[in-house]
C-alpha cells in the first residue's frame, strides 16, 4: 500500500485499539481481556457480562478493539469489533452486532485481509455512521507490501443490509484519490521514483478514481502520464483490480 494511504490505515486501527475499555451496551458490559493461549501466545477475547455474572465471548484474537455506533438509526447503537490476527500485515476480521429485542444479532462479519475498518462517521447527520473499508491489494502481482495499491469505500445500512455508498459519501476515496495523484505526480516530476512504487500510486489512483465513477478519465490521464510498463501492468491486472467490488460480506 502507498506509504500515505497505509500510514492512515494504521492510524485509524491503532485509535480504535486504544478506545476499548470496559464500556455498557445495552444490558450488557463489554470487556477486552487478555489471556494466554495453550502455546503461551498473549490473546485477547471481547467478553458480554451480564448482571447474573453469565458471560458471551463475542471475539476471539491476538488483538481485538471494539466501539459502539448508531449503524442502522435505531436505538441501542451498534458495536463494530475488529479483531487482528497478529500476522505480518494481515489479517482483520470486522464484524457488527446489534440487539434486537435485547439478543445479540450478526449484521455482518468479514475477513478484509491486509485492509479492515478506517473511518466510521455520521458525516450527514442523518442518524446513521457510514462504514468506510479499505481493501489492500497485497502483493498484488509480485508488488512490495509497500508499494501494493489499496481501495477505500464506504457503505451504509439501508432496508436491512449493507449497500455500497461510496459516490454518495465520496469524501475517504476522494482523499485517497488526491494523495496517490499528489504522490504520482511528484514520481514524474522528480524522475526518482521507478518500477514497483510508481504502479502502485498508479493503480491506488485508478482503483479509487474508479469506485467514484471517473475510472475512465483516470485511465485516459495514466495513458498519457506513465510509462508504458506502468499502464501495462494496470492492463494486466485490471479483472484483479476490479474483483474486490462486491457486496460487503
Not at 485509535?15 to 502455546?39: K, N
Not at 484519490?177 to 504502479?199: I, R, Y
Not at 502520464?225 to 501492468?233: A, D, F, H, L, N
Amino acid at each position: 500500500m502507498p506509504r500515505v494511504l497505509r500510514a492512515l490505515l494504521l492510524l485509524a486501527l491503532t485509535q480504535a485499539a486504544l478506545a476499548s475499555g470496559p464500556f455498557a451496551w445495552g444490558p450488557y458490559t463489554a470487556v477486552v481481556e487478555r489471556y494466554r493461549d495453550e502455546g503461551g501466545l498473549e490473546m485477547q477475547r471481547l467478553l458480554l457480562l451480564q448482571k447474573d455474572g453469565e458471560e458471551m465471548v463475542l471475539a476471539e484474537d491476538y488483538l481485538i478493539s471494539a466501539e459502539l455506533a448508531e449503524i442502522t438509526g435505531t436505538e441501542p447503537p451498534e458495536l463494530i469489533v475488529n479483531a487482528y490476527s497478529g500476522g505480518a500485515h494481515c489479517c482483520n476480521t470486522v464484524s457488527i452486532f446489534a440487539l434486537q429485542g435485547g439478543e445479540v444479532v450478526t449484521l455482518s462479519s468479514g475477513d478484509w485481509g491486509n485492509g479492515g475498518l478506517a473511518l466510521v462517521r455520521d458525516s450527514d447527520g442523518d442518524g446513521k455512521a457510514e462504514l468506510t473499508m479499505v481493501h489492500v491489494y497485497a502483493y498484488i502481482d509480485g508488488l512490495c507490501y509497500a508499494c501494493s495499491p489499496a481501495v477505500w469505500r464506504t457503505y451504509v445500512w439501508e432496508d436491512g443490509r449493507f449497500v455500497e455508498a461510496t459516490r454518495r459519501y465520496p469524501g475517504p476515496t476522494q482523499k485517497a484519490v488526491e494523495d496517490a495523484l499528489a504522490a504520482l505526480n511528484k514520481a514524474l516530476d522528480l524522475g526518482s521514483v521507478k518500477g514497483p512504487e510508481l504502479t502502485g500510486y498508479a493503480a491506488t489512483y485508478w482503483i479509487n478514481a474508479y469506485a467514484l465513477g471517473r475510472g475512465e478519465a483516470a485511465w485516459r490521464w495514466l495513458a498519457a502520464r506513465v510509462p508504458p510498463e506502468v499502464t501495462g501492468w494496470l492492463e494486466k491486472n485490471r479483472i484483479a483490480l476490479l474483483r474486490p467490488f462486491s457486496a460487503l460480506p
